[in-house]
T-cell receptor, first 110, second 123 residues
């Protein structure tokens, strides 16, 4: 079992729709959860982080965490073609390095 | 704040040569830096954790004698790929963590700031 699992996609949504990206993790002791966006050939850039169960909103992005289900998701409202990228879920515990999922490729159709 | 640079951004070398990649935190002190490798269409895989003034901690399966890491100062870590071979061709990305909060740019106490990456091609 992979430590962090994501559906590789591609996830295709029309412009203006809500994109929903999901991630599950195996280590129940994980404490910090991050969503990164990575464009082709570029390094990851942080979108959101979440520590506590529930929702956290930042602009068009909402991160959702359910520690009981070991599940974290990212919702992107009003999706734009510029949101087309690979979205990486990452988890960590304490001061350890991030463990990344394999990423979900999102395609927003104009 | 919280900018991490990498040099070079792209390197092409012949098989058997060694390549050094530099990772610098430009506006904060990074006691810990991480080196990742990413093959096409795959995720980032942690290679090693670099701690200033001490030996790096390598992940299982990563040869420490092949991937030499030096973290001599709070703003610089280097990765040297020794005797590179075509299978070492990859995208190498470093990241740094500002535990001291000197950058002012961290949104999270555990946030890692990524460098732009180095594309290594070994012929």
């Amino acid at each position: 079992q992979k430590e962090v699992e994501q559906n590789s996609g591609p996830l295709s949504v029309p412009e203006g729709a809500i994109a929903s990206l999901n991630c599950t993790y195996s280590d129940r002791g994980s404490q910090s959860f991050f969503w990164y966006r990575q464009y082709s050939g570029k390094s990851p850039e942080l979108i959101m982080f979440i520590y506590s169960n529930g929702d956290k909103e930042d602009g068009r992005f909402t991160a959702q965490l359910n520690k009981a289900s070991q599940y974290v998701s990212l919702l992107i409202r009003d999706s734009q073609p510029s949101d087309s990228a690979t979205y990486l879920c990452a988890v960590t515990k304490g001061r350890r390095a991030l463990t990344f999922g394999s990423g979900t490729r999102l395609q927003v159709q104009p | 704040g919280a900018v991490v640079s990498q040099h070079p951004s792209r390197v092409i070398c012949k098989s058997g040569t060694s390549v050094k990649i530099e990772c610098r935190s430009l506006d904060f002190q990074a006691t810990t830096m991480f080196w990742y490798r990413q093959f096409p269409k795959q995720s980032l895989m942690l290679m090693a954790t670099s701690n200033e003034g001490s030996k790096a901690t390598y992940e299982q399966g990563v040869e420490k004698d092949k991937f030499l890491i030096n973290h001599a100062s709070l703003t610089l870590s280097t990765l040297t790929v020794t005797s590179a071979h075509p299978e070492d061709s990859s995208f190498y990305i470093c990241s740094a963590r500002d535990l001291g909060g000197t950058s002012g740019g961290a949104k999270s106490y555990n946030e890692q700031f990524f460098g732009p990456g180095t594309r290594l091609t070994v012929l």
